[in-house]
């Protein structure tokens, strides 16, 4: 753990700031550091743009390439082996790529127990209520994301709810369970929940996105009436959040914020999304080292299969297909962590493992409607789970949803001819086991 501690020491200290008093206009701040980097509303508003600026970071490339890769939608066209690895489920603890997500995760997280250990300790005469309240509540938000990327990637990882100051405050910190991780979630989604207001933001954590994110996590651990009913409250939401139509309107033209939109990741002009470098061709000025293979174009460009999907896709002058969710320029394309898509399709899976049939059919129509689909012939438990599974895949094609769905479901196994079950969880990185004699490997590395 040393060196996720140096790591941060480096980092934690660099805050966004911004003049005009909008998160997303944030602009490197010199070093704040120590007990007096949160005094009063206007450093407890830079720090959590810090918070805000290290999520972005994890979520550029390295967390989401793992999840990419992991799956069977995207091919590596690059010629990095580490990269491979993730492909062919043989990933060393030796891989960059697990090391950088894990230290960058471990970031975001000492940024929020700053932000929550120092806001809490400001008083009334400095900052408002109202104001403590949303910062905290956003900190655990993004803590607790934090957490849920870290479990479902590695299992029970070290719980740190502290901030770290010195490079030795958390060394010998065990590994806690899987279901200790998912509880740590769980209870910083409660503190959020409780300390958030029922806006709508799809920038910043708002109650509403903490109601995202648990019936996300209610999924994940087979509680399908709690998936069902935080899924309803924002479907049943109509006034914000809707299934545009055609599927392309949440991501072509340059929008951002659509009412698609539950939750993303703003990037601007300063701070650009490297996403898009790694999706497009040469001729737009990118690598394509990530691409769709050739089982994953196939399915969206079938009409009666992508239907409005097909968008996701486009051939270079080289006759070559490239990914065009990410494709702007500058590259201020948002990242897409939660959309009503997959409210719906949350709840259709929850209502069909509760074997309500005809729910879980409306559900998994709303969203192949507006891909321009006919509605499903699914008509037991069974069909209408891997209908499911079908469409998510499809549906976030793009986006970092189909590992984790196969890992989730039990399904990887088969789908991705995994013979190892221990390869479903990915190594602890080598260099935290060699400064720190408390954390202990995954199985199977």
């Not at 550091?33 to 743009?49: K, M, P, Q, R, Y």
């Not at 933001?201 to 996300?216: D, E, G, I, M, P």
């Not at 899924?231 to 949440?250: H, K, S």
Request: proline share 3%.
């Amino acid at each position: 753990m040393k060196n996720i501690l140096t790591y941060i020491a480096a980092f934690f200290s660099i805050i966004s700031f911004t003049a005009c008093n909008k998160f997303l206009d944030v602009q490197p701040r010199a070093s704040i550091s120590g007990e007096n980097i949160i005094v009063d509303e206007t450093s407890a508003n830079a720090a959590l743009n810090g918070v805000y600026s290290a999520l972005r970071s994890y979520y550029s490339v390295d967390f989401q390439s793992i999840a990419y890769l992991s799956g069977d939608n995207i091919e590596w066209t690059g010629s990095q082996s580490q990269v491979q690895e993730f492909i062919n489920h043989q990933v060393n603890a030796e891989n960059s790529t697990v090391g950088s997500t894990w230290k960058g995760i471990y970031v975001a997280i000492n940024r929020a127990n700053q932000v929550i250990k120092n806001v809490s300790e400001l008083g009334e005469d400095v900052i408002s209520r109202n104001v403590r309240d949303r910062i905290a509540g956003e900190a655990y938000f993004i803590r607790a994301l934090a957490y849920f990327d870290l479990v479902r990637t590695w299992g029970g990882v070290p719980l740190i709810t502290e901030p770290t100051l010195d490079v030795d405050d958390n060394a010998g910190i065990a590994r806690s369970s899987a279901e200790a991780t998912y509880a740590q979630v769980l209870a910083d989604l409660n503190q959020a929940e409780a300390l958030l207001s029922e806006s709508t933001n799809r920038f910043q954590a708002t109650r509403k996105t903490v109601w995202a994110l648990k019936a996300r996590y209610y999924l994940y651990n087979k509680n399908w009436q709690e998936a069902i009913d935080y899924a309803t409250r924002l479907i049943d939401d109509r006034a914000n959040y809707e299934l545009l139509n055609p599927y392309y309107a949440f991501f072509a033209n340059g929008v951002t914020g659509t009412r698609e939109s539950v939750f993303e990741i703003f990037y601007n002009a300063n701070e650009l999304n490297p996403h898009r470098g790694q999706w497009q061709p040469q001729q737009n000025g990118g690598t394509r080292q990530w691409a769709p293979n050739t089982t994953f174009v196939n399915l969206v460009n079938d009409p009666e299969i992508g239907g409005s999907r097909n968008a996701l896709v486009a051939r270079d002058n080289q006759n070559r297909w490239y990914g065009n969710l990410y494709y702007r320029s500058p590259a201020t394309d948002p990242t897409y962590v939660i959309r009503i898509a997959e409210l719906y399709l949350i709840r259709a899976e929850a209502f069909s493992e509760l074997n309500e049939i005809e729910a879980a059919r409306a559900d998994l129509n709303a969203v192949r409607t507006r891909a321009g689909l006919a509605n499903t012939n699914a008509a037991n438990r069974e069909d209408l789970l891997l209908a499911i599974e079908n469409e998510r895949r499809l549906e976030f094609g793009l986006e970092a949803h189909r590992w984790f769905d196969l890992v989730r479901t039990g399904r990887a196994a088969s789908v991705l001819n995994i013979s190892d079950p221990n390869k479903l969880l990915l190594p602890l990185p080598a260099e935290q086991l060699l400064t720190d004699d408390a954390l202990e490997q995954n199985l199977g590395y």
